[in-house]
Nanobody, 123 residues
Framework: VQLQASGGGAVQAGGSLRLSCAAS????????IGWFRQAPGKEREFVHA????????ASADSVKGRFTISRDNAKNMVYLQMNSLKPEDTAVYYC?????????????????WGQGTELTVSS
């Protein structure tokens, strides 16, 4: 499956943005889709994930209550709605796909990655 992330940009702290991840070339409904991010000089970290059915999402503590993940299986799309953005959310955001739902917070479990989309949050 091929993935393409989009929607990044520059926003001020407290603002909102929605990232999109478009999938093609595979059976989208088989995959758990995750969002990861990588800030300059840091390792890529888990942000949020959603199961193939759309249920039982997982999220990092740092984004709980601020970021919401959703998917539209009819359109092969996953979205990451980001609210109350903070400067520490600044990073390149990646979407990825895995068949290993029980390992959805582990980046090693993801076989397919999209190119990143950059988010910059200014204070």
């Amino acid at each position: 499956v091929q993935l393409q992330a989009s929607g990044g940009g520059a926003v001020q702290a407290g603002g909102s943005l929605r990232l999109s991840c478009a999938a093609s070339g595979g059976t989208f409904t088989l995959y758990t889709i995750g969002w990861f991010r990588q800030a300059p000089g840091k390792e890529r970290e888990f942000v949020h994930a959603i199961r193939s059915s759309g249920g039982s999402a997982a999220s990092a503590d740092s984004v709980k209550g601020r970021f919401t993940i959703s998917r539209d299986n009819a359109k092969n799309m996953v979205y990451l709605q980001m609210n109350s953005l903070k400067p520490e959310d600044t990073a390149v955001y990646y979407c990825a796909a895995t068949l290993w739902d029980n390992k959805r917070e582990d980046r090693v479990a993801y076989d397919y990655w999209g190119q990143g989309t950059e988010l910059t949050v200014s204070s």
